[in-house]
């Protein structure tokens, strides 16, 4: 288990943090967007829900939108929980390009096809998340319990 946990950063690490960072710095600048602007947000998702047809369930979806995109945007600019968070916003963007599929916006849609295929390439190489409060948090636990069984085979030896 020792070799999933390297205390050097390669390459790698480093081009996963860019993209991690690019990724998560732009879901928050575009839910602060969102958020700032929540009229025309809203303005927004209603005419795109008339020419669907999914006016009820946009209405009761769309207000939380902004406050989830900015939630995962921060989870993945920290680092924190990325796995979960990255597996839970391609759902999201799966669901939002097809809606915006559907009701004909095929460049946003276009636009969230690419953020999937970011989102996609760092869930497939989780590996490289070292500069991350995820990674800090395993290292840390690895060290604790290595040296909680070294310490725990110490006293076993010295008994007998």
């Known amino acids: ?15 996963y943090f860019l993209l ?13 967007l969102n958020l700032f602007d929540f009229d ?19 209405g009761i979806v769309s207000p939380f939108l902004p406050f989830v995109e900015l939630f995962i945007g921060v989870l993945i600019l920290t680092g924190l929980y990325t796995s979960v968070c ?18 004909g916006d095929y460049q946003a849609a276009l636009w969230h096809t690419y953020l999937i295929v ?3 390439i760092l869930v497939s190489n989780l590996y ?6 995820d990674y800090y948090q395993l290292w840390q636990i690895y060290n604790e319990t290595e040296s909680e069984d070294v310490e725990e085979y110490i006293k076993y030896e010295t008994i007998e």
């Open 86 to 103: 990255l597996r839970w916003s391609i759902i999201l963007g799966i669901l939002v390009t097809i809606f915006l599929h559907i009701s």
């Open 118 to 120: 970011a989102k996609v």
């Open 128 to 133: 490289y998340n070292r500069l991350s409060v």
């Open 1 to 15: 288990m020792k070799h999933l946990y390297q205390t050097q950063n390669d390459q790698f690490s480093v081009a």
């Open 40 to 58: 025309a947000f809203y303005l927004d998702s209603i005419n795109y829900s008339n020419k669907t047809g999914f006016q009820s369930l946009l």
């Open 20 to 32: 991690r960072t690019i990724l998560g710095a732009y879901l928050i600048y575009h839910a602060s």
